[in-house]
C-alpha cells in the first residue's frame, strides 16, 4: 500500500476532522438567502446506514395535539376525493379521510355518522326496530347504513326488551310490507351486561351468530357487539380507532361562517373528532373567532386550523387555540392561486417554516397540497410534517366519489378543484334562517344575498368569493387515472416510507425529525439537471408501474 494513504482503519475517526458532516442540515438547505423558496423536488435526503429491516420502521403521528395515528396519511376535503367510503377506508388503513362539506349539512352528517359506525367494539347506540315494523324498515337501513343486522325490541329503541334480532336473510324475497315479528329470529345468543369486550368477542368467534345482543338483568337490550368489526380488527391492524369506544376517527371540514356553526353542531351529534377548517387563507379574523368558539363550545372536538404559509399566519391560529395547522398555498396539483393571486409559496419551504415554528408550541402540522409520490411524502415528514394530506393522489381511487369514465384511451375519474369554477357553481342555495342580516359571510359592501336552498356553496367561502359579483377561479378541473382502491395504494405508500426510513437510517418519523432537527439526517439541493438526472432518461419506452 502506498505510504501517502491513510491507514484504513482510521477512516471514522477520519470523519471527525471535517468541519461538518456531509451535505446539508435542514436550516442551511432552507436558507432561502441563497436559491429562494424550495419545492419537494428540489431537494433530497442523503442515505444513512441500514441496521434494521423496512417492516421495523414505525409510522405513527402525533396529526393534532391530541390525536396519534398509526400511519401519517389523510385525504383532503374535497368533492372529488373524500365522502363516508373514503372516510372509512382512509380511517380503516390507519389513516384519516376529511369529509368535505361542498354538500347540505345533514348529508355531511350522514357520513360522519356512517365513519363511526363502521367498526366499533360495543356498538352503544345500535339501530333498533320494533316488531311491528316492517321488512322495507329494514331494507332501508340496509340501504341507508349498509348492515342489516338489527335487533328487535318492544319499544323499538335501546333500553327495550329484547325480542329477536332480524338479518338479511330473514327478509329476503319477502313482501315488504311483512311485519317483522312474523320473520325475525328469536333463537339468540346473548351476554349479559358488564362483560368484557374480550370476553364477548370469545362468544361471537364460537357462535355463528353475526351480532351478539347484550342484555341487562331484566332482559333489556344495552348495546350490541358485530362479528363483522371482529373480522375488521382483524384485516386492519393499523385502523385509526379511539382508544376507549374503538371507533373510527371522523375528521370534516367546515368553513367559518355563522352558518358553519350550526352545520358543526350537526357534525358533532354525529360524533365528530376532528374539525377542519377549511380556507386557503387561514390568518382571517372569522377564523380566529370560529376556533374560540369552537374551544370554548365544543373542548373535547380537536381543531386543525389553516392553511397558513408563514410563521406570523401560524402565531394568529396558535393563539387561538389551533390543535393543528394544515400547511400549503398554491402548491395543490390543481391548484392556480399562486398564478392569479400571487401569493402563497413553495411547499417544503412553508412546510419547514411553519413546523418549526409551531413545534415550539407542541402543534402539528399537516403539509397539504403538492403529493404527488412517496418521496414527497418522506421529504414532507423530514421538514417537520405530522402527516401530510393528498387530493389529486387519491382521486382516481375507487373509494374516490364519482364514476370512472374514459378519457383519450385512459380510465379516468373527475378531480377538479374546489376553487375551480365548476365547483364553486354548484352553489347550493342556503335557509334564510341560517343567513345573518339576508347575507352569508364574508359581508362586504359588494356582498349580495346568499341563494337561497339547501346549502351555501362551500367552494366559494374557501376562497372568500361568495360575495364577489365575477368569480376569480383559483382552481382548475380534470381528471386524475384510475389508481384502483386506496386498499392496496395506502399500503403501498406505507410499505413505501418504511423502505425510504429504512435507506435514512431512521426508524420512525420520530428520530427522522429529532434526525433533522439535530442535523444528522441530512440534506442535498437538486440542481434542475439533478432533478433530469434522477427520473428515468434515456430509455427509447418502458412501463412504470409502482408496486405488486
Ligand atoms: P393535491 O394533493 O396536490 O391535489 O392538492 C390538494 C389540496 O389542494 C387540497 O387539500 C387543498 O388544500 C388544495 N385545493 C383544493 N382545491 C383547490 C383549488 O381550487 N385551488 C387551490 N388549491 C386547492
Same mark, same amino acid.
Given at each position: 500500500m502506498p505510504s501517502e494513504f491513510l491507514d484504513f482503519s482510521t477512516a471514522l475517526e477520519h470523519l471527525a476532522t471535517y468541519p461538518s458532516p456531509d451535505g446539508l442540515s435542514a436550516k442551511d438547505l432552507m436558507? #432561502? =438567502?441563497?436559491?429562494?423558496g424550495l419545492t419537494y423536488n428540489d431537494i433530497l435526503l442523503l442515505p444513512g446506514k441500514i441496521d434494521f429491516a423496512a417492516h421495523d420502521v414505525i409510522t405513527e403521528s402525533r396529526i393534532t395535539r391530541n390525536v396519534t395515528l398509526k400511519t401519517p396519511f389523510m385525504s383532503s376535503p374535497m368533492d372529488t376525493v373524500t365522502e363516508g367510503e373514503m372516510a372509512i377506508s382512509m380511517a380503516l388503513l390507519g389513516g384519516i379521510g376529511v369529509i368535505h362539506h361542498n354538500q347540505s349539512p345533514t348529508a355531511q352528517a350522514a357520513m360522519v355518522r356512517a365513519v363511526k359506525r363502521?367498526?366499533? !367494539?360495543?356498538?352503544?347506540d345500535p339501530v333498533v326496530l320494533s316488531p311491528s315494523h316492517i321488512v322495507e324498515d329494514v331494507l332501508d337501513v340496509k340501504e341507508r347504513l349498509g348492515f342489516s343486522g338489527i335487533p328487535i325490541t318492544d319499544t323499538g329503541?335501546? !333500553? !327495550?326488551?329484547l325480542l329477536g334480532i332480524v338479518t338479511n336473510r330473514d327478509v =329476503?324475497?319477502? #313482501?315488504? #310490507?311483512?311485519?317483522l315479528h312474523q320473520v325475525m329470529t328469536t333463537d339468540l345468543v346473548t351476554a349479559a351486561e358488564g362483560i368484557t369486550l374480550k370476553e364477548a368477542n370469545d362468544i361471537l368467534r364460537v357462535s355463528k351468530k353475526g351480532k351478539l345482543p347484550i342484555i341487562d338483568k331484566s332482559g333489556c337490550l344495552t348495546s350490541l357487539l358485530a362479528r363483522s368489526d371482529l373480522l375488521k380488527n382483524q384485516t386492519y391492524p393499523l385502523a385509526s380507532k379511539l382508544p376507549e369506544s374503538k371507533q373510527l376517527y371522523a375528521a370534516a371540514a367546515v368553513g367559518t361562517r355563522p352558518a358553519d356553526r350550526e352545520r358543526l353542531r350537526l357534525l358533532v351529534d354525529a360524533g365528530l373528532d376532528i374539525v377542519v377548517l377549511d380556507s386557503s387563507q387561514g390568518n382571517s379574523l372569522f377564523q380566529i373567532e370560529m376556533v374560540q368558539w369552537i374551544k370554548k363550545t365544543f373542548p373535547r372536538l380537536e381543531v386543525i386550523a389553516g392553511n397558513v404559509v408563514t410563521r406570523e399566519q401560524a402565531a394568529s391560529l396558535i393563539v387561538a387555540g389551533a390543535d393543528g395547522l394544515r400547511v400549503g398555498m398554491g402548491s395543490g396539483s390543481i391548484c392556480i392561486t399562486q398564478e392569479v393571486m400571487a401569493v402563497g409559496r413553495p411547499q417544503a419551504t412553508a412546510v419547514y417554516t411553519v413546523a418549526e415554528f409551531a413545534r415550539k408550541f407542541g402543534v402539528p402540522v399537516v403539509a397539504d397540497g403538492g403529493i404527488g409520490n412517496v418521496g414527497h411524502i418522506v421529504k414532507a415528514l423530514a421538514l417537520g410534517a405530522s402527516a401530510v394530506m393528498m387530493g389529486g393522489l387519491l382521486a382516481g381511487t375507487t373509494e374516490a366519489p364519482g364514476e370512472y369514465f374514459y378519457h383519450e384511451g385512459k380510465r379516468v375519474k373527475a378531480y377538479r378543484g374546489m376553487g375551480s369554477i365548476e365547483a364553486m357553481e354548484q352553489g347550493k342555495p342556503v335557509p334564510p334562517s341560517a343567513k345573518v342580516n339576508g347575507v352569508g359571510p364574508g359581508v362586504g359592501k359588494h356582498a349580495k344575498p346568499a341563494p337561497s336552498t339547501p346549502h351555501e356553496n362551500a367552494a366559494t367561502a374557501r376562497y372568500f368569493s361568495?360575495? #364577489?359579483a365575477v368569480k376569480v377561479a383559483q382552481g382548475v378541473s380534470g381528471d386524475v387515472q384510475d389508481k384502483g382502491s386506496v386498499k392496496a395504494f395506502l399500503p403501498y405508500l406505507h410499505a413505501g416510507l418504511q423502505h425510504s426510513f429504512q435507506d435514512i437510517g431512521v426508524r420512525s418519523i420520530q428520530q427522522l425529525q429529532q434526525g433533522v432537527q439535530e442535523g444528522h439526517v441530512r440534506f442535498e439541493l437538486r440542481t434542475a439537471s439533478a432533478q433530469v438526472e434522477g427520473g428515468v432518461h434515456n430509455l427509447n419506452s418502458y412501463t412504470k408501474r409502482l408496486f405488486a
Amino acid at each position: 500500500m502506498p505510504s501517502e494513504f491513510l491507514d484504513f482503519s482510521t477512516a471514522l475517526e477520519h470523519l471527525a476532522t471535517y468541519p461538518s458532516p456531509d451535505g446539508l442540515s435542514a436550516k442551511d438547505l432552507m436558507n #432561502s =438567502q441563497l436559491h429562494g423558496g424550495l419545492t419537494y423536488n428540489d431537494i433530497l435526503l442523503l442515505p444513512g446506514k441500514i441496521d434494521f429491516a423496512a417492516h421495523d420502521v414505525i409510522t405513527e403521528s402525533r396529526i393534532t395535539r391530541n390525536v396519534t395515528l398509526k400511519t401519517p396519511f389523510m385525504s383532503s376535503p374535497m368533492d372529488t376525493v373524500t365522502e363516508g367510503e373514503m372516510a372509512i377506508s382512509m380511517a380503516l388503513l390507519g389513516g384519516i379521510g376529511v369529509i368535505h362539506h361542498n354538500q347540505s349539512p345533514t348529508a355531511q352528517a350522514a357520513m360522519v355518522r356512517a365513519v363511526k359506525r363502521h367498526e366499533n !367494539g360495543f356498538i352503544t347506540d345500535p339501530v333498533v326496530l320494533s316488531p311491528s315494523h316492517i321488512v322495507e324498515d329494514v331494507l332501508d337501513v340496509k340501504e341507508r347504513l349498509g348492515f342489516s343486522g338489527i335487533p328487535i325490541t318492544d319499544t323499538g329503541s335501546l !333500553g !327495550g326488551k329484547l325480542l329477536g334480532i332480524v338479518t338479511n336473510r330473514d327478509v =329476503q324475497f319477502l #313482501s315488504p #310490507s311483512t311485519p317483522l315479528h312474523q320473520v325475525m329470529t328469536t333463537d339468540l345468543v346473548t351476554a349479559a351486561e358488564g362483560i368484557t369486550l374480550k370476553e364477548a368477542n370469545d362468544i361471537l368467534r364460537v357462535s355463528k351468530k353475526g351480532k351478539l345482543p347484550i342484555i341487562d338483568k331484566s332482559g333489556c337490550l344495552t348495546s350490541l357487539l358485530a362479528r363483522s368489526d371482529l373480522l375488521k380488527n382483524q384485516t386492519y391492524p393499523l385502523a385509526s380507532k379511539l382508544p376507549e369506544s374503538k371507533q373510527l376517527y371522523a375528521a370534516a371540514a367546515v368553513g367559518t361562517r355563522p352558518a358553519d356553526r350550526e352545520r358543526l353542531r350537526l357534525l358533532v351529534d354525529a360524533g365528530l373528532d376532528i374539525v377542519v377548517l377549511d380556507s386557503s387563507q387561514g390568518n382571517s379574523l372569522f377564523q380566529i373567532e370560529m376556533v374560540q368558539w369552537i374551544k370554548k363550545t365544543f373542548p373535547r372536538l380537536e381543531v386543525i386550523a389553516g392553511n397558513v404559509v408563514t410563521r406570523e399566519q401560524a402565531a394568529s391560529l396558535i393563539v387561538a387555540g389551533a390543535d393543528g395547522l394544515r400547511v400549503g398555498m398554491g402548491s395543490g396539483s390543481i391548484c392556480i392561486t399562486q398564478e392569479v393571486m400571487a401569493v402563497g409559496r413553495p411547499q417544503a419551504t412553508a412546510v419547514y417554516t411553519v413546523a418549526e415554528f409551531a413545534r415550539k408550541f407542541g402543534v402539528p402540522v399537516v403539509a397539504d397540497g403538492g403529493i404527488g409520490n412517496v418521496g414527497h411524502i418522506v421529504k414532507a415528514l423530514a421538514l417537520g410534517a405530522s402527516a401530510v394530506m393528498m387530493g389529486g393522489l387519491l382521486a382516481g381511487t375507487t373509494e374516490a366519489p364519482g364514476e370512472y369514465f374514459y378519457h383519450e384511451g385512459k380510465r379516468v375519474k373527475a378531480y377538479r378543484g374546489m376553487g375551480s369554477i365548476e365547483a364553486m357553481e354548484q352553489g347550493k342555495p342556503v335557509p334564510p334562517s341560517a343567513k345573518v342580516n339576508g347575507v352569508g359571510p364574508g359581508v362586504g359592501k359588494h356582498a349580495k344575498p346568499a341563494p337561497s336552498t339547501p346549502h351555501e356553496n362551500a367552494a366559494t367561502a374557501r376562497y372568500f368569493s361568495e360575495a #364577489s359579483a365575477v368569480k376569480v377561479a383559483q382552481g382548475v378541473s380534470g381528471d386524475v387515472q384510475d389508481k384502483g382502491s386506496v386498499k392496496a395504494f395506502l399500503p403501498y405508500l406505507h410499505a413505501g416510507l418504511q423502505h425510504s426510513f429504512q435507506d435514512i437510517g431512521v426508524r420512525s418519523i420520530q428520530q427522522l425529525q429529532q434526525g433533522v432537527q439535530e442535523g444528522h439526517v441530512r440534506f442535498e439541493l437538486r440542481t434542475a439537471s439533478a432533478q433530469v438526472e434522477g427520473g428515468v432518461h434515456n430509455l427509447n419506452s418502458y412501463t412504470k408501474r409502482l408496486f405488486a
